[in-house]
C-alpha cells in the first residue's frame, strides 16, 4: 500500500534554528497533510496541501509538495522547545478518504 | 480540541477475554476511524465508519470488529485478546466535503495484554 515515509526518524535541534523533515510516497494523491503529536497525546493537525500546490504556508510552517519527486517537507522556522513532538505525513488512498500516515519523524528542540 | 472522547485511557487485560473500546464525538462528523499505534509501524488504520451501521475494514483488521450504532459513538472489539493486540488506539473522526477535510484524534488508549 502507498505510505508516508518521514526522514529522519528523529532529528535534535536548539531553540531558534529550523527544522526540515522530509515526507516521501508512492503512488498519486489528492492531497498530503502533516500531523503532531505530543507525546501520551493524540495527533493534532497542522497543514493540508492539494496535489495542484507546490508551497502553503501557516505561521513558521512551511509545507512544499513535489507531485513529480512524490516528496513533501515540512519546514519549521524559528523552532522552539515547545515544538518537541513527533511529526508525521499523512496522504491519501484516492478511494474513499483513508489516510495512510508514515513513521514519523521525532523532533526535539533544546532551549 | 475536537469534541471526542476516548475510553477507557488505559486498561490492563488478559489474552483470550473480550475487550471493547469506545469513541464518542460531539462534533456530529459523518466519519470515524479506529487506528492503532506501534513503534516502527506508525498509525495503521484498523477499522472505520462512513455513516450509522456504515463501516469497512482497514489496513489491519483481523481479530477486530467495530459497530456503530448512533452518529456519535464508535466502538471497537477485540473479541479474544491477544498479546499482539498489545498497542495505543486512536480515534479519529472527520466530516467529508467537496474539499479534502483533515481528521481529529482522541488522546489514545493505551491497552495492555498480558
Known amino acids: 500500500s502507498q505510505q508516508g515515509e518521514e526522514d529522519p526518524q528523529a532529528l535534535s535541534i536548539q531553540e531558534g534554528e529550523n527544522a526540515t523533515m522530509n515526507c516521501s510516497y508512492k503512488?498519486?494523491?489528492?492531497?498530503l497533510q502533516w500531523y503532531r503529536q505530543n507525546s501520551g497525546r493524540g495527533l493534532v493537525h497542522l497543514i493540508l496541501?492539494?496535489?495542484?500546490?507546490r508551497e502553503k504556508h501557516s505561521g513558521r510552517l512551511r509545507v512544499t509538495l513535489d507531485t513529480s519527486k512524490k516528496s513533501s517537507s515540512l519546514l519549521i522556522t524559528a523552532s522552539r522547545a515547545a515544538d518537541t513532538a513527533s511529526y508525521f505525513c499523512?496522504?491519501?488512498?484516492?478511494?474513499?478518504?483513508?489516510?495512510?500516515f508514515g513513521q514519523g519523524t521525532e523532533l526535539s528542540v533544546k532551549p | 480540541d475536537a469534541g471526542i472522547t476516548q475510553s477507557p485511557r488505559h486498561k490492563v487485560t488478559e489474552t483470550g477475554t473480550p475487550v471493547t473500546l469506545r469513541c464518542h464525538q460531539t462534533?456530529?462528523?459523518?466519519?470515524m476511524y479506529w487506528y492503532r499505534q506501534d513503534p516502527g509501524h506508525g498509525l495503521r488504520l484498523i477499522h472505520y465508519?462512513?455513516?450509522?451501521?456504515?463501516?469497512d475494514k482497514g489496513e489491519v483488521s483481523d481479530g477486530y470488529s467495530v459497530s456503530r450504532s448512533k452518529t456519535e459513538d464508535f466502538l471497537l472489539t477485540l473479541e479474544s485478546a491477544t498479546s499482539s493486540q498489545t498497542s495505543v488506539y486512536f480515534c479519529?473522526?472527520?466530516?467529508?466535503?467537496?474539499?479534502?477535510?483533515?481528521?481529529?484524534f482522541g488522546d489514545g488508549t493505551r491497552l495492555s495484554i498480558l
Open positions: 479519529a473522526i472527520s466530516e467529508p466535503g467537496i474539499q479534502a477535510q483533515p481528521q481529529h
Open positions: 503512488t498519486s494523491i489528492n492531497n
Open positions: 496541501i492539494r496535489s495542484n500546490e
Open positions: 499523512a496522504t491519501d488512498d484516492k478511494q474513499g478518504g483513508k489516510l495512510i
Open positions: 462534533e456530529n462528523h459523518r466519519y
Open positions: 465508519s462512513y455513516g450509522v451501521k456504515d463501516t
